[in-house]
Structure formats: structure tokens, C-alpha cells
């Protein structure tokens, strides 16, 4: 299959400039990233989507290629649901289809109460245990510790290799886009510092909850990616059930584990252009 032609650029978004790419024609769909968040994540899964869609990825504020053009250092996820919309507006394709995985998918269910001008459907994928889950203060003081000693041991690189580990297992036989493991290590720093705790939970005020005119659905695997997510999966399925229920929205099953964007791109096309066919 010939690869699709990307288009790529800059957008002067609230104080920072984002890196983005473009790949196809047709309706527009914004993949959010979440941990690390470089467009790169999602390269195989914008190539199996391009025939369809045109689909815009992009590095969140204070990672990989918008790093060096502001925005790193303290965030919330009001600054990067504020960003999304932004970026839609700048490239000049909403309203938008939207798809955000893991902090990604936090970020879409703010972009989705607090912007509907610029959506015509978001899909929140697995947005992550430590703001579902019934113990999440005890997980995330857990999850800040392992990544503590992770920078001890070898700097903020070591951290996102471990957390990459406990979070997907190993993906050594996952083709990797050309310099992605490479930006993702640098985005260490940000993570730990400013995103993680802060990016991975959205208490939305329950007013705009029930405002909420774009369609949503919400997306859990069918499998984890470690032992320990798949002795989770149950009880983080009916937490995130919990969830779609809080939202007035559905709960679909994805094929996959955490990530299937990488792991699964094709089948992951399939079952995402399924779920956007439902706000039809």
C-alpha cells in the first residue's frame, strides 16, 4: 500500500506552536495522544484511516516538535482542550471528528464539553485508571512512586521506558515510526513533572456535563497490555461503564489492549470508522 502524502506545519496555538500532519482527504479526525504525546504514536493508524478521513495528528504542547516553540513547563487540560480546538481552527478543517487515547482521551471529553463549535463527534478511548478508578489516589501515589525511583535510576528517560513497560508490555516486534522512541524519551521531564497527575484525570463540573450537545462515545479494550491490566480490566471496565453512564454516552469494546492504534493499526481503522459511523 503506497503511503499517503503528508502535509505538515506549524500552528500559533494560545502562546505555543504546535507541530502537526496531515494525511488524506475527506472528513476531518484530530488523534489526540496522550503520555508523551507525539503525533508520531499514531502514524500506522492516520495511514489506515487516510482513505477516508483527513486525519490531523499532532505533539501536544511541551513535546517532541512543539517543544522548542513554547509551551513547556506547568499545564492543566483546559490549556490542552483549549489547544485542540485551536488546532482545528488554525488548519482550517472543523468541525471535527476527534479520537483521544489514554490522557489523550481526558483532554477529548474536555475539548468535547467546553468546545462543541469546532467537533461533530468524539470518541474517548480508555481515558486513563487513575481517573476512574474507585482507588485512583491510592494508584496514582503508586504510579508517582514507581516513576520517582525510574528517574533515580537513570534520568526521566528510564521513566518513560519503565512506564512504557508496565503500561503495554513489551512491543518489540511493534514497527516503530522513524525517530518517535527517540522524541518520546525526551518528553520525559514534561511528563513527570507537569502532565502526569494533572493531564490523567478530569472532574468535570457536572453543569457541563449535562450541557453536552456533541456526541460522545467511550472506548475500553478487550484485553490489558500486562498481567497486572488484565487483572484490572474488569473493574476498570465497570468504572469506565460508570463513567458513559455519568456522560449519557455509550460504552464500546475496542479489539486490543491499551494500545491498539500501534499494536493493531488496520483493525484499529476498522472498528474506529464503525464508532464515528454511529454519530451519523
Avoid at 29 to 54: H, K, T
Avoid at 201 to 221: C, H, K, N
Wanted: net charge negative; proline share 5%.
Amino acid at each position: 500500500m503506497s503511503r499517503s502524502a503528508v502535509r505538515t506545519g506549524l500552528a500559533p496555538v494560545h502562546g505555543a506552536e504546535l507541530y502537526y500532519e496531515i494525511r488524506g482527504e475527506g472528513a476531518p479526525l484530530l488523534l489526540i495522544p496522550g503520555a508523551s504525546g507525539d503525533a508520531g504514536m499514531y502514524e500506522r493508524a492516520a495511514e489506515a484511516l487516510a482513505g477516508d478521513f483527513a486525519v490531523i495528528t499532532y505533539d501536544r504542547r511541551g513535546n517532541s516538535r512543539s517543544a522548542a516553540r513554547g509551551g513547556v513547563g506547568p499545564t492543566s487540560i483546559d490549556e490542552h482542550g483549549d489547544d485542540a480546538a485551536g488546532l482545528i481552527s488554525a488548519v482550517g478543517l472543523g468541525p471535527a471528528f476527534v479520537f483521544g487515547n489514554s490522557s489523550g482521551a481526558t483532554i477529548a471529553m474536555n475539548l468535547c464539553l467546553r468546545h462543541p463549535e469546532v467537533l461533530r463527534g468524539v470518541v474517548a478511548h480508555e481515558p486513563p485508571k487513575i481517573g476512574t478508578l474507585p482507588n485512583r489516589d491510592e494508584f496514582l501515589q503508586g504510579l508517582k512512586d514507581r516513576m520517582e525511583a525510574a528517574v533515580v535510576r537513570g534520568g526521566y528517560e528510564e521513566a518513560v521506558e519503565d512506564f512504557h513497560g508496565w503500561l503495554v508490555g513489551d512491543d518489540s516486534g511493534v514497527p516503530t515510526p522513524e525517530g518517535l522512541r527517540e522524541r518520546v524519551r525526551g518528553n520525559g521531564e514534561q511528563w513527570v513533572r507537569h502532565e502526569l497527575g494533572v493531564l490523567d484525570r478530569y472532574d468535570a463540573p457536572q453543569a457541563l456535563i449535562e450541557a453536552r450537545s456533541t456526541p460522545l462515545l467511550f472506548g475500553v479494550g478487550t484485553t490489558g497490555g500486562t498481567e497486572e491490566h488484565i487483572e484490572l480490566l474488569g473493574t476498570y471496565r465497570s468504572s469506565l461503564a460508570e463513567l458513559a453512564e455519568q456522560y449519557g454516552a455509550e460504552l464500546l469494546d475496542f479489539t486490543g489492549a491499551h494500545v491498539p492504534y500501534e499494536t493493531i493499526p488496520e483493525q484499529f481503522g476498522i472498528e474506529l470508522r464503525a464508532a464515528i459511523a454511529r454519530f451519523a
